[in-house]
């Protein structure tokens, strides 16, 4: 009895380590929207290329348009760099 008590307290806390080390998906839009039907706007911006988009929405009667945030100059902004490393002159 006192076996199963440990091995199940012992897989409690590592199901809620797992989950304590989950973080979210980077949203990320790409260039390319389906849009439409079910989608409110700007729609489903998972798309790198008109042609994978159109792949996508064919049959489904949607259409595909621009990412706004692309098409008026707002894409993500970029990461910062981190700071370069200079070493040090080796003194003489």
């Given at each position: 009895m006192r076996k199963t008590q440990l091995v199940l307290l012992t897989f409690g806390a590592a199901v809620l380590a797992g989950f304590a080390t989950v973080t979210p998906a980077a949203a990320r839009d790409y260039p390319w929207c389906a849009q439409g039907g079910e989608y409110d706007y700007p729609?489903?911006?998972?798309?790198?290329?008109?042609?994978?988009?159109?792949?996508?929405?064919?049959?489904?009667?949607?259409?595909?348009?621009?990412?706004?945030?692309?098409?008026?100059?707002?894409?993500?902004?970029?990461?910062?760099?981190?700071?370069?490393?200079?070493?040090?002159a080796a003194p003489y």
């Open positions: 729609g489903e911006c998972a798309y790198s290329t008109y042609e994978q988009c159109q792949a996508s929405v064919s049959g489904r009667l949607l259409y595909c348009d621009r990412n706004p945030r692309f098409a008026y100059g707002q894409g993500q902004p970029q990461q910062p760099r981190p700071p370069r490393r200079v070493r040090p």
